[in-house]
């Protein structure tokens, strides 16, 4: 459907999310996938070049891709309730964009609650700081 702007998949069990998925939604700019219980983080959603918010919160996704900074007008990013110990340092590169990254609940173990309660801003500081040069 390439006029579809908003996309609530919320609540499907098993959801699957293969290659070609989102390759027909040119124009997607919400994703919410919550509570679906995927295993890991939807890689067809890198397809969806305009996304602004994704919602992929109370799922099992315990890594995220380093080509997800691919999505430059990603502005919200809700990982809550997930199983991530670490995120990439690339993540960083997102600090021009990508205004709110929720991640509560999760037992990241690189990054300090004190850091966490600082906000994105201060998060995607420190990610940008540990890319490696």
């Known amino acids: 459907c390439p006029a579809l702007r908003s996309l609530d998949l919320s609540g499907v069990k098993g ?4 290659v070609g998925f ?5 124009q997607l700019e919400v994703l919410v996938a919550a509570g679906t219980g ?8 890198l397809a ?4 602004r918010q994704l919602q992929l919160n109370s799922n099992n996704i315990s890594s995220l891709p380093v080509e ?3 999505l430059t ?7 809550t309730n997930n199983q991530l110990s670490n995120l990439p340092p ?9 205004r709110v990254l929720l991640l509560e609940g999760n037992c990241l173990r690189t990054i300090r609650r004190p850091l966490l309660e600082k ?4 998060v995607l500081d420190w990610l940008k700081d540990k890319i490696p040069t």
């Open 48 to 51: 969806c070049k305009g996304l």
């Open 15 to 18: 959801l699957q999310t293969d």
């Open 73 to 79: 007008r990603l502005a919200e990013l809700d990982l």
């Open 119 to 122: 906000g994105t801003t201060a």
């Open 22 to 26: 989102f390759q027909d939604t040119p």
């Open 38 to 45: 995927m295993l890991g983080f939807p890689t067809s959603v």
């Open 90 to 98: 690339q993540l960083g590169l997102m600090s021009g964009h990508l």
């Open 68 to 70: 997800l900074t691919q």
